[in-house]
């Protein structure tokens, strides 16, 4: 992880100024892959599989826990990425993606669920673009206050990937709290012998989630704010920790690693009449939705 201290300024200027209006933009075919290359991991081989099937499988495969609207916008999300993947292959040299779900995204080819078929078919063959782009749309289970920028997170630039303030999980409480004996704490995390939990600090990314752990050890040891998470327990790292000499509560919110759309946040957004444009709009704040021309 990487702090950017000028990041969060450009983002609240940002997401004040752009305005959320919709926009489709339509494609004369081409262009985008309507067949993505699946690496089967017992066999090693590259099957090709219907784009759209593809899109149906992870909704269903991943079940999650969002309706209507918001499954529709996660159901563009998962086409971006997977026509983003088609054309980058970021991950493996000759498939877009793989059925391992420790690697890529769940997925099952055998049954396909309904509220899953309906949203991949009503967003039939669109995506996010941002600046002619095809946006690789991450969505994470819950918020954070914000959401992060991969730069911050995988250390890669995406201008559409930046982070936007989610003010709609911002009252929401927090997915744990956990207290741990502070003479445990330095232990838990793997520090050495001499560091003591009322020197903890936490580095934050522009995000508020925590980017880095050290105790005050003068830069002899410090922690990735993931790894920290994965020690502790938590289902992010946006966490804080207060001790009061005894105890350290560690109150942590949001699940997942907070880049591009929040399912949680999505479904409330739903919940409130928003359109899955709009949530799109919320979470990608100036892509556009290109539609695939059959
Ligand atoms: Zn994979």
Same mark, same amino acid.
């Given at each position: 992880?990487?702090?950017?201290?000028?990041?969060?300024?450009?983002?609240?200027?940002?997401?004040?100024?752009?305005?959320?209006?919709?926009?489709?933009?339509?494609?004369?075919?081409?262009?985008?892959?309507?067949?993505?290359?699946?690496?089967?991991?017992?066999?090693?081989?590259?099957?090709?599989?219907?784009?759209?099937?593809?899109?149906?499988?992870?909704?269903?495969?991943?079940?999650?826990?969002?309706?209507?609207?918001?499954?529709?916008?996660?159901?563009?999300?998962?086409?971006?990425?997977?026509?983003?993947?088609?054309?980058?292959?970021?991950?493996?040299?000759?498939?877009?993606?793989?059925?391992?779900?420790?690697?890529?995204?769940?997925?099952?080819?055998?049954?396909?669920?309904?509220?899953?078929?309906?949203?991949?078919?009503?967003?039939?063959?669109?995506?996010?673009?941002?600046?002619?782009?095809?946006?690789?749309?991450?969505?994470?289970?819950?918020?954070?206050?914000?959401?992060?920028?991969?730069?911050? @997170?995988?250390?890669? %630039?995406? *201008?559409? /990937?930046? &982070?936007?303030?989610?003010?709609?999980? #911002? +009252? =929401?409480?927090?997915?744990?709290?956990?207290? @741990?004996?502070?003479? %445990?704490? *330095?232990? /838990?995390? &793997?520090?050495?012998?001499?560091?003591? #939990? +009322? =020197?903890?600090?936490?580095?934050?990314?522009?995000?508020?989630?925590?980017?880095?752990?050290?105790?005050?050890?003068?830069?002899?040891?410090?922690?990735?704010?993931?790894?920290?998470?994965?020690?502790?327990?938590?289902?992010?790292?946006?966490?804080?920790?207060?001790?009061?000499?005894?105890?350290?509560?560690?109150?942590?919110?949001?699940?997942?690693?907070?880049?591009?759309?929040?399912?949680?946040?999505?479904?409330?957004?739903?919940?409130?009449?928003?359109?899955?444009?709009?949530?799109?709009?919320?979470?990608?704040?100036?892509?556009?939705?290109?539609?695939?021309?059959?």
């Amino acid at each position: 992880m990487k702090n950017f201290s000028l990041y969060l300024f450009a983002l609240v200027l940002c997401v004040g100024l752009l305005p959320v209006v919709p926009r489709v933009l339509p494609v004369e075919g081409g262009g985008d892959a309507e067949v993505l290359h699946l690496l089967r991991t017992a066999t090693g081989e590259v099957a090709e599989v219907p784009l759209e099937d593809y899109v149906i499988g992870v909704l269903t495969a991943a079940d999650y826990a969002c309706d209507g609207e918001a499954l529709k916008a996660v159901a563009v999300c998962v086409r971006s990425s997977a026509t983003y993947c088609e054309t980058h292959r970021p991950t493996h040299r000759d498939a877009a993606a793989c059925d391992d779900p420790t690697c890529c995204a769940p997925l099952t080819l055998e049954r396909f669920d309904d509220a899953a078929v309906e949203a991949a078919a009503e967003t039939r063959g669109q995506t996010l673009v941002y600046e002619g782009e095809t946006v690789p749309a991450t969505t994470f289970a819950s918020g954070g206050k914000k959401t992060a920028s991969a730069n911050a @997170v995988y250390g890669t %630039d995406f *201008p559409c /990937l930046r &982070g936007v303030e989610n003010t709609i999980e #911002a +009252d =929401e409480p927090p997915t744990k709290i956990a207290k @741990v004996a502070a003479d %445990d704490l *330095p232990k /838990l995390l &793997g520090a050495p012998d001499d560091a003591t #939990a +009322d =020197e903890l600090f936490l580095a934050k990314d522009p995000s508020g989630r925590v980017a880095e752990v050290t105790f005050g050890l003068g830069g002899t040891w410090r922690l990735d704010g993931t790894d920290a998470a994965d020690r502790l327990g938590l289902p992010s790292c946006f966490f804080d920790a207060e001790t009061d000499g005894t105890w350290v509560t560690v109150r942590c919110d949001g699940e997942g690693d907070g880049v591009g759309l929040s399912r949680r946040g999505a479904q409330k957004l739903a919940e409130r009449e928003k359109m899955y444009d709009e949530i799109l709009q919320f979470y990608f704040p100036g892509a556009e939705i290109r539609q695939q021309t059959e």
